[in-house]
Protein backbone atom coordinates (compact mmCIF):
# COMPACT_ATOMS: atom_id res chain seq x y z
CA UNK A 1 0.00 0.00 0.00
CA UNK A 2 1.33 3.37 -1.24
CA UNK A 3 1.49 6.49 1.56
CA UNK A 4 -1.30 8.28 -0.79
CA UNK A 5 -3.60 5.32 -0.36
CA UNK A 6 -2.68 4.79 3.20
CA UNK A 7 -3.50 8.30 4.05
CA UNK A 8 -6.96 8.23 1.97
CA UNK A 9 -7.48 4.41 3.57
CA UNK A 10 -7.17 6.36 7.02
CA UNK A 11 -9.05 9.53 5.72
CA UNK A 12 -12.22 7.50 5.78
CA UNK A 13 -12.14 6.85 9.94
CA UNK A 14 -12.13 10.95 9.70
CA UNK A 15 -13.62 12.16 13.48
CA UNK A 16 -14.68 15.67 12.00
CA UNK A 17 -15.49 16.78 8.56
CA UNK A 18 -13.22 19.73 7.92
CA UNK A 19 -13.94 22.02 5.36
CA UNK A 20 -11.09 23.41 3.25
CA UNK A 21 -10.55 27.13 3.36
CA UNK A 22 -7.30 29.27 4.06
CA UNK A 23 -8.06 28.88 7.85
CA UNK A 24 -8.16 25.40 7.90
CA UNK A 25 -5.44 25.45 5.97
CA UNK A 26 -3.02 27.77 8.28
CA UNK A 27 -4.25 25.41 11.14
CA UNK A 28 -3.64 22.46 9.34
CA UNK A 29 -0.01 24.02 8.93
CA UNK A 30 0.37 24.98 12.53
CA UNK A 31 -0.39 21.58 13.23
CA UNK A 32 1.73 19.88 10.42
CA UNK A 33 4.73 21.57 11.86
CA UNK A 34 3.61 20.54 15.43
CA UNK A 35 3.26 16.79 14.28
CA UNK A 36 7.11 17.25 12.86
CA UNK A 37 8.60 18.56 15.93
CA UNK A 38 7.52 15.30 17.76
CA UNK A 39 8.36 13.28 14.29
CA UNK A 40 11.90 14.79 14.22
CA UNK A 41 12.49 14.64 17.93
CA UNK A 42 11.74 10.87 17.79
CA UNK A 43 14.16 10.54 14.88
CA UNK A 44 16.77 11.73 17.58
CA UNK A 45 16.02 9.97 20.50
CA UNK A 46 15.19 6.14 19.12
CA UNK A 47 18.08 4.44 17.36
CA UNK A 48 16.25 2.26 14.77
CA UNK A 49 14.95 5.78 13.43
CA UNK A 50 18.10 8.34 13.64
CA UNK A 51 19.92 5.10 11.57
CA UNK A 52 18.49 7.04 9.10
CA UNK A 53 18.53 10.58 10.35
CA UNK A 54 21.82 10.14 11.04
CA UNK A 55 22.58 10.94 7.43
CA UNK A 56 21.21 14.62 7.30
CA UNK A 57 23.85 15.03 10.31
CA UNK A 58 27.37 13.58 8.92
CA UNK A 59 28.18 16.84 7.03
CA UNK A 60 31.03 18.56 8.54
CA UNK A 61 29.68 21.69 6.52
CA UNK A 62 26.63 23.96 6.61
CA UNK A 63 24.88 24.78 3.13
CA UNK A 64 22.09 24.39 1.56
CA UNK A 65 22.84 21.30 -0.13
CA UNK A 66 22.97 20.03 3.58
CA UNK A 67 18.86 20.06 3.40
CA UNK A 68 18.77 17.26 0.18
CA UNK A 69 20.67 14.66 2.38
CA UNK A 70 17.80 11.92 3.15
CA UNK A 71 18.15 8.44 4.86
CA UNK A 72 16.89 5.15 3.41
CA UNK A 73 13.76 5.54 5.65
CA UNK A 74 13.69 9.15 5.65
CA UNK A 75 10.30 9.80 3.99
CA UNK A 76 8.82 6.66 5.91
CA UNK A 77 8.11 8.13 9.22
CA UNK A 78 6.48 11.05 8.57
CA UNK A 79 3.27 9.30 7.76
CA UNK A 80 2.86 7.82 11.28
CA UNK A 81 2.92 11.68 12.64
CA UNK A 82 1.03 13.35 10.23
CA UNK A 83 -1.99 10.23 9.75
CA UNK A 84 -3.70 11.82 13.66
CA UNK A 85 -4.54 15.23 11.04
CA UNK A 86 -6.14 12.96 8.58
CA UNK A 87 -7.92 10.86 11.07
CA UNK A 88 -9.13 14.14 13.01
CA UNK A 89 -10.75 15.25 9.50
CA UNK A 90 -8.08 17.65 7.68
CA UNK A 91 -8.57 16.29 3.77
CA UNK A 92 -4.83 14.56 3.15
CA UNK A 93 -4.36 17.00 -0.11
CA UNK A 94 -4.62 19.78 2.75
CA UNK A 95 -2.33 17.44 5.26
CA UNK A 96 0.11 16.79 2.63
CA UNK A 97 0.53 20.32 1.39
CA UNK A 98 1.17 21.51 4.90
CA UNK A 99 3.98 19.11 5.30
CA UNK A 100 5.71 20.18 2.15
CA UNK A 101 5.68 23.84 3.36
CA UNK A 102 6.74 22.70 6.81
CA UNK A 103 9.95 20.80 4.66
CA UNK A 104 10.19 23.59 2.61
CA UNK A 105 10.66 26.55 5.09
CA UNK A 106 13.72 24.30 6.52
CA UNK A 107 15.56 24.27 2.78
CA UNK A 108 16.11 27.87 3.41
CA UNK A 109 17.71 27.77 7.28
CA UNK A 110 20.58 25.72 6.06
CA UNK A 111 23.07 28.95 5.40
CA UNK A 112 26.23 30.25 7.00
CA UNK A 113 24.83 33.62 5.28
CA UNK A 114 22.71 35.08 7.91
CA UNK A 115 23.45 36.04 11.08
CA UNK A 116 20.60 36.23 14.66
CA UNK A 117 17.59 38.04 13.09
CA UNK A 118 15.60 40.40 15.50
CA UNK A 119 14.71 39.12 18.58
CA UNK A 120 10.77 38.86 17.92
CA UNK A 121 11.51 36.88 15.08
CA UNK A 122 14.42 34.47 16.50
CA UNK A 123 11.72 33.91 19.64
CA UNK A 124 8.98 32.99 17.33
CA UNK A 125 10.23 31.79 14.34
CA UNK A 126 12.76 28.72 13.35
CA UNK A 127 15.66 30.69 11.98
CA UNK A 128 19.35 29.86 10.45
CA UNK A 129 21.01 30.57 13.69
CA UNK A 130 18.45 27.91 15.78
CA UNK A 131 18.96 25.07 13.18
CA UNK A 132 23.03 26.25 13.32
CA UNK A 133 22.39 25.03 16.57
CA UNK A 134 20.61 21.44 15.83
CA UNK A 135 23.14 20.57 13.60
CA UNK A 136 26.03 21.32 16.10
CA UNK A 137 27.79 18.25 17.71
CA UNK A 138 29.15 20.88 20.98
CA UNK A 139 28.05 18.79 23.66
CA UNK A 140 25.51 21.80 24.66
CA UNK A 141 23.36 21.88 21.23
CA UNK A 142 22.94 18.12 21.08
CA UNK A 143 19.03 17.11 21.22
CA UNK A 144 18.05 20.73 20.36
CA UNK A 145 16.07 22.48 18.30
CA UNK A 146 14.19 20.35 16.79
CA UNK A 147 11.52 22.70 15.25
CA UNK A 148 10.12 23.25 11.61
CA UNK A 149 8.60 26.21 10.98
CA UNK A 150 8.02 27.48 14.66
CA UNK A 151 10.57 27.72 17.62
CA UNK A 152 7.80 28.16 20.26
CA UNK A 153 7.69 24.18 20.02
CA UNK A 154 11.46 23.84 21.87
CA UNK A 155 11.19 26.71 24.14
CA UNK A 156 7.50 25.14 25.33
CA UNK A 157 9.18 21.33 25.58
CA UNK A 158 11.85 22.34 26.94
CA UNK A 159 14.48 21.57 24.21
CA UNK A 160 15.34 24.91 23.04
CA UNK A 161 19.11 26.14 23.02
CA UNK A 162 20.83 29.76 21.71
CA UNK A 163 23.67 29.77 19.17
CA UNK A 164 26.33 31.19 21.14
CA UNK A 165 29.60 29.26 21.03
CA UNK A 166 30.85 28.17 17.69
CA UNK A 167 29.15 25.38 16.07
CA UNK A 168 30.98 22.56 15.24
CA UNK A 169 28.56 20.74 12.42
CA UNK A 170 28.29 16.55 11.71
CA UNK A 171 28.22 13.74 14.08
CA UNK A 172 30.47 13.26 17.73
CA UNK A 173 31.93 10.05 15.86
CA UNK A 174 32.41 11.29 12.38
CA UNK A 175 32.23 8.72 9.61
CA UNK A 176 35.46 10.26 8.12
CA UNK A 177 34.34 9.37 4.29
CA UNK A 178 33.16 11.27 1.59
CA UNK A 179 32.02 7.66 0.41
CA UNK A 180 28.00 8.19 -1.01
CA UNK A 181 27.48 4.54 -0.23
CA UNK A 182 28.73 4.75 3.63
CA UNK A 183 27.20 8.25 3.98
CA UNK A 184 24.18 6.71 2.98
CA UNK A 185 23.96 3.65 5.48
CA UNK A 186 26.54 4.41 8.17
CA UNK A 187 23.52 4.74 10.36
CA UNK A 188 22.14 1.31 9.86
CA UNK A 189 25.59 -0.20 10.06
CA UNK A 190 26.69 1.48 13.16
CA UNK A 191 23.52 0.14 14.90
CA UNK A 192 23.73 -3.21 13.45
CA UNK A 193 27.05 -3.43 14.97
CA UNK A 194 26.16 -2.02 18.20
CA UNK A 195 23.15 -4.58 18.37
CA UNK A 196 25.33 -7.92 17.10
CA UNK A 197 27.74 -6.81 20.12
CA UNK A 198 25.40 -6.48 22.74
CA UNK A 199 24.73 -9.39 24.93
CA UNK A 200 21.28 -10.76 25.71
CA UNK A 201 17.77 -10.10 23.64
CA UNK A 202 16.68 -7.81 25.95
CA UNK A 203 19.50 -5.82 25.76
CA UNK A 204 19.58 -6.00 22.27
CA UNK A 205 15.99 -4.68 21.61
CA UNK A 206 17.52 -1.69 24.29
CA UNK A 207 19.93 -0.78 21.64
CA UNK A 208 17.39 -0.55 18.56
CA UNK A 209 14.95 1.08 20.61
CA UNK A 210 16.27 2.91 22.93
CA UNK A 211 18.06 6.22 22.34
CA UNK A 212 21.70 6.54 21.13
CA UNK A 213 24.22 5.53 23.28
CA UNK A 214 21.83 3.35 25.24
CA UNK A 215 22.87 0.93 28.14
CA UNK A 216 21.80 -1.95 30.02
CA UNK A 217 21.25 -1.09 33.68
CA UNK A 218 21.54 2.72 33.49
CA UNK A 219 20.93 5.56 31.86
CA UNK A 220 23.46 7.21 29.61
CA UNK A 221 24.36 10.29 28.90
CA UNK A 222 25.96 9.24 25.97
CA UNK A 223 26.22 12.10 23.17
CA UNK A 224 23.14 11.54 20.87
CA UNK A 225 25.16 11.96 17.55
CA UNK A 226 27.48 9.59 18.31
CA UNK A 227 25.49 6.63 16.41
Known amino acids: MSVLSTIYYAFQFAIFDIEINWITILICVVLADLAYYWEHRFMHRVNFAWATHTVHHSSPFFNISVAYRF??????????????LVILGFNPIVVLFAEVIVQVYQTVLHTEAVSKLPRPIEAIMNTPSHHRVHHGSNFKYLDKNYAGIFIIWDRMFGTFAEEKEEVV????????????IIAFLHGFYRLGK?????????????VAFGPPGWKPSKKSNYPTKSK
Open 194 to 206: SVWKMNGFKNKLG
Open 169 to 180: YGLVTPINSINP
Open 71 to 84: GPLDSFWPVFFHLP
